[in-house]
């Protein structure tokens, strides 16, 4: 036993190496800082839906930045270098489960150990994903995330349990949501920013982007997963189009247009956040 673990640790140590590498590090500085272009330009989208709603535009979701993206000058070059950047930032974020592993071994670690695990594999989850998203655009295919969301939507609906289970997704997106918010009320999410490399100056400036940054996201993701759990309740997937969906639910109430005016700001100031991340980034969730 004492042999095989060693062997597992040896990999993962040079699998380690690899994400450690300096060229990753530089790629994945490119994903943050497309993953910041991406946010700004869902915040600009949202914008659009609030004060120009007869205009068609793009989904106002990460597909909708990919597209708007591939429209402007050069627009096949940058959704090149964005994926390749958001896939090279997504290694570099597994590389903390490579990091972290050993201590789910250790009792008394294994807890806390695991919600990091967990933490950093969705991430990178998610940067692989918009990663993937961004290559397949740059390779020319046509992809409306929004659409598809409500077709797969409606096709689990119709299978025997359908309705449990997009209630639970549901309850699961809302849930994520609302960690986001409660990370961006407390400041949760300075933990991934090298606060010892940033200047003193910068410091309140970041804090407050990221805070409202986060508490826009925790507002449209939780948005969202209501949005799933009543596409559960009633069988009515108009509206279950995952962020393009809870943007367009935000601007359709009362006082809406200003609603999703701040959700919008919130995204583009996360999106300078991530900037920010790019410049000063600290891959260690436990400081």
Known sequence: MHVVLQRVHDAVASARGVTDHPVLEHLARVGLVAYGVLHVLIGWLAFRIAWSPQQRAPDADQTGALQTVGSSPGGRVLL??????LLGLALWQAGEVLRWWTGLLRPGHRLRVAVVCAKCGAKAVVYAVLGVTGVLFAA???????ERFRELTDEVLRIPGGGAFVGAAGVGVAAVGLYVLVRGVTGGFMKDVDLHAAPDRWEPLIERLGAVGYVAKGIAFAVAGMLLVYAAVTADVSTATGLDGALNAIGAVRTGRWLLTAVAVGFAAFGVYALARARYPDRDPST
């Open 140 to 146: 020319g295919l046509d992809y409306r995330a929004a």
């Open 80 to 85: 090149w270098v964005i994926g390749l950047g």
